[in-house]
């Protein structure tokens, strides 16, 4: 093992055990979320640990994630970050420990609930719809929300027009939030 990989390990070893010592301490404390907060919470993670082997990529996660707000995960690399995301997304099962989504908790994440609250995961490939616009390769990751029939959209009637008009308006609200009009 070379000296930086030790150092790594190191750090990694100290950061995990200042995090369970932190969640540990925060669980024998009742919590102190505000109804407001509470209300406002459409997806949190209770408990969650995950293990490949006798590597424990999790341990004892608690997060919640407040309504309309826009979430980022940080960390060194090794740190559990995409297992957390895998988690989330249903991609993998939490060994132990809960998903509530709107109230209901599940030991996977539905996708297609978390596609209705939402929530969406891109992988870490620039795979994008070769021939399309930056507006459509954006449009097309609302796909999930068409309720409309294959006869209203060929037609461009009923629940499709209102559709359309719906996924324009987000798709040029991401392309204004990300700078990305031009």
Not at 51 to 69: H, N, Y
């Amino acid at each position: 093992m070379t000296l930086a990989s030790r150092a790594a390990a190191s750090f990694g070893e100290t950061a995990e055990v200042e995090t369970l010592s932190r969640s540990r301490a925060a669980a024998q404390r009742p919590p102190v979320i505000g109804a407001a907060l509470r209300e406002a919470t459409t997806l949190s993670l209770e408990g969650i640990s995950l293990s490949f082997g006798g590597v424990a990529a999790l341990r004892d996660v608690d997060l919640a994630f407040a309504d309309g707000a826009i979430t980022a995960v940080i960390g060194p690399n090794g740190a559990g970050k995409t297992s957390l995301i895998n988690v989330i997304t249903g991609v993998y099962t939490p060994d132990c420990g809960r998903i509530v989504i709107k109230g209901h908790a599940y030991s996977r994440s539905p996708p297609t609930k978390l596609a209705s609250l939402g929530v969406a995961r891109t992988f870490q490939n620039l795979g994008l719809f070769s021939g399309l616009s930056t507006f459509d390769n954006i449009a097309a990751g609302l796909s999930f929300a068409v309720r409309s029939s294959i006869f209203e959209q060929i037609f461009g009637v009923g629940r499709a027009r209102s559709e359309v008009a719906a996924v324009r308006r987000k798709t040029e609200q991401a392309l204004d939030l990300l700078h990305l009009e031009r």
